[in-house]
């Protein structure tokens, strides 16, 4: 993926850097103010980046050793890391193999009088089933934290993902589909939390205070200026973005031979943002042959996302027996293929790179 620059985009940096107002300033507060009119919620405080923000949400809301945090077995390894950073257990769900969002109809079962939140991801970019989180979580009285990195722009029956939740939590990662270089940014709805999190993101700095108070042992969380200005620059096409990435993804769900390898689905009423076009090869293919196989005909695909349970760090600490309790995870970490989508990818690149992947499958 390479992020799509303009003159535009390095213009509103240099123009932060001629100024000397280098962190958190206009720039930022402009951004605050554009991400929470496109994900409709009242209030957004803008972080150092996509995990910083899953940290302090969950640092926000009082989560501590001994608390249990329901999350997808399969996403980028920072949903879990952050229930790590705060001392508590992320309880693992298996995912729905066709959209690879969390399995709700698995969420309860995992739920114990410890649980306190719901981290459930956007992967990919495809909204999950948020409302039907968000039923469960009413009921049991959990928070949930959307991780939805890699979804802004996306929504549930036209209801923007990172409005569902107490809190929404996006990245600005160059991998996403708008980038500050690193950055990550908080929806919420609540004001007493967004004031907590600009607090705790500042040296536990009282905001909106005169005379300056320490109340809380807090991070250096905050994001520049600079970054702020590129992503907001690249914010006025995010639209365009998101419709150029439709369009290729379609010529993939075309062209691509499902005989050997299965299509990510959008189901009715969510939509898909295309941060990554994640393909799960049957099982008698060896993923990493094939992508080396692409590799020599210049194509740069990769696996998608972690089954997190199954990486050293979290094999060492908890030992899950990930083939019986997450296979779903597990096979699309095993077989994932994540193809080139970016916009400026042209309609002939992607028709030659799902040429090309039939072929290697067809002879495989
Ligand atoms: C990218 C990503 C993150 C982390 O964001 P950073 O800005 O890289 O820290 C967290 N969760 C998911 C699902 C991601 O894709």
Same mark, same amino acid.
């Given at each position: ?13 240099t123009?932060? $850097?001629?100024?000397?107002?280098l962190?958190?300033g !206009? ?25 910083a923000?899953?940290?302090?949400a969950?640092?926000? $809301?009082?989560? @501590?050793? /001994? ?16 229930v ?10 298996? *995912? ?9 109809s698995?969420?309860?079962n ?13 992967e ?12 469960i979580?009413?009921?049991? /009285? ?10 802004l722009?996306?929504?549930?029956d ?5 409005s569902? %939740? ?8 160059p991998?996403?589909s708008?980038?500050?270089g ?5 929806t ?5 939390l ?10 536990? *700095?009282?905001?909106?205070v ?7 042992? %807090? ?16 914010l006025?096409r ?12 379609? *010529? ?10 299965s299509?990510?689905?959008v189901?009715?009423? @969510?939509?898909?943002t ?14 990493? @042959?094939?992508?080396?196989?692409? !590799? ?9 996302a ?18 019986? @309790? ?8 095993n077989? %994932? $293929?994540a $193809? ?10 992607i ?14």
């Amino acid at each position: 993926m390479i992020p799509s620059l303009t003159e535009d985009d390095i213009t509103a940096v240099t123009a932060v $850097l001629r100024s000397g107002m280098l962190v958190q300033g !206009k720039e930022v507060a402009a951004l605050e103010t554009e991400v929470s009119n496109i994900v409709n919620t009242k209030y957004a405080a803008a972080l150092s980046n996509g995990t910083a923000t899953l940290h302090l949400a969950l640092v926000s $809301l009082g989560i @501590k050793p /001994g608390d249990e945090v329901i999350v997808p077995a399969f996403s980028y390894v920072a949903t879990a890391n952050a229930v790590e950073l705060v001392g508590a257990l992320p309880v693992f769900v298996d *995912i729905d193999p066709a959209t690879f969002n969390i399995d709700v109809s698995k969420i309860e079962n995992a739920i114990t009088s410890n649980t306190k939140a719901i981290i459930p991801v956007h992967e990919f970019g495809l909204a999950c089933d948020i409302s039907g989180i968000m039923q469960i979580a009413d009921k049991h /009285g959990l928070h949930v934290i959307e991780d939805a990195a890699c979804a802004l722009g996306a929504a549930e029956d036209n209801k923007p993902v990172g409005s569902f %939740g107490t809190f929404g939590s996006f990245s600005f990662h160059p991998r996403k589909s708008v980038t500050s270089g690193e950055g990550g940014i908080l929806t919420t709805n609540d004001q007493a939390l967004v004031e907590r999190i600009q607090t705790l993101r500042n040296h536990g *700095i009282k905001p909106g205070v005169s005379s300056m108070d320490f109340i809380e042992a %807090g991070f250096n969380y905050r994001m520049t200026d600079f970054q702020a200005a590129l992503v907001n620059s690249q914010l006025t096409r995010l639209e365009e973005i998101i419709k150029a990435k439709q369009l290729l993804a379609d *010529i993939y769900l075309n062209i691509l031979n499902t005989e050997n390898l299965s299509l990510p689905s959008v189901p009715a009423g @969510k939509n898909h943002t295309w941060q990554t076009f994640h393909t799960v090869l049957h099982k008698r293919h060896d993923r990493n @042959k094939v992508t080396e196989q692409l !590799k020599q005909k210049g194509i740069g695909a990769n696996y998608g996302a972690q089954c997190i349970p199954a990486v050293t760090f979290y094999q060492n600490k908890y030992a899950h027996n990930c083939a019986e @309790k997450f296979p779903h995870a597990l096979h699309a970490f095993n077989n %994932g $293929l994540a $193809l080139p989508l970016y916009p400026q990818l042209t309609e002939e690149n992607i028709t030659y790179i799902a040429h090309e992947l039939n072929k290697i499958l067809e002879n495989d």
